[in-house]
């Protein structure tokens, strides 16, 4: 079998000062934050590190940490800088996108969210009705402000937007369907010209949100 290397014993991240620190039995790098937003990325780009550390045997830190800096994952707690979204919203507002939909990375995204201190967030939700959303979003009851919900377009099993915030309700989340993304992102943008705005639910959904902009 192949030789194992795991983390939280045969390396390590932290966060610390603003910095990433990666620590295995051979090297100690002080490097920037990654790029990608969240603290599990710390444990993705660790991993990376740890795994080309064992195929290249050594690194070279500054390459590291721009290879940190340049990486890009679509839809994963992305920031949407430019594009034509942000019609629909005002300047003040924030908008990123999560592919989440299953309950690791609803964590994930929770996590990033509650980082976001003193802002107002609201959701903008569409699932497949293969997924629970019950499983989903008992992690945002205690986060968002809001919730819209919509339908996928062009997928034929996108869940109902009322189930979506129905299962909302019961989780003590104030939600209520909207007839699209557009629609919703300009709803909020009313409701609240500050408010952090993140579109998630479904890979699918981060297709079609991608496509619009």
């Known amino acids: ?40 990325q710390l444990i993705n780009a660790g991993t990376a590190i740890a795994a080309a550390q064992k195929i290249l045997k050594k690194l070279d830190a500054k390459k590291v940490n721009q290879a940190l800096k340049n990486i890009k994952h679509r839809a994963r707690l992305e920031k949407i800088t430019k594009g034509k979204l942000l019609e629909y919203i005002n300047p003040n507002n924030q908008l990123y996108l999560d592919g989440a939909h299953n309950e690791a990375a609803a964590d994930a995204v929770q996590k990033f ?26 992690h945002f009851s205690s986060t968002i402000t809001a919730l819209k919900t919509i339908s996928i377009p062009h997928q034929d099993n996108s869940q109902d937007p009322k189930v979506l915030a129905k299962v909302a309700n019961e989780f003590g989340i104030k939600a209520n369907p909207s007839k699209g ?28 949100v991608l496509n619009l902009n």
Do not use: C
Request: proline residues 5%; aromatic residues 10%; hydrophobic residues 40%.
């Open 113 to 138: 969210l509650e980082t976001l201190k003193n802002k107002k967030i609201y959701m903008i939700l569409g699932m497949l009705n293969t997924k629970d959303p019950k499983v989903f979003l008992k």
């Open 181 to 208: 993304i557009t629609e919703a992102l300009h709803e909020i943008a009313n409701e609240d010209p500050n408010a952090i705005i993140i579109i998630t639910g479904s890979l699918y959904l981060m297709g079609e």
């Open 1 to 40: 079998p192949s030789p194992r290397f795991i983390f939280g014993e045969d390396f390590q991240v932290s966060k610390e000062n603003g910095r990433f620190i990666y620590q295995d039995d051979q090297s100690l790098f002080d490097l920037d934050l990654p790029s990608l937003q969240g603290d599990h």
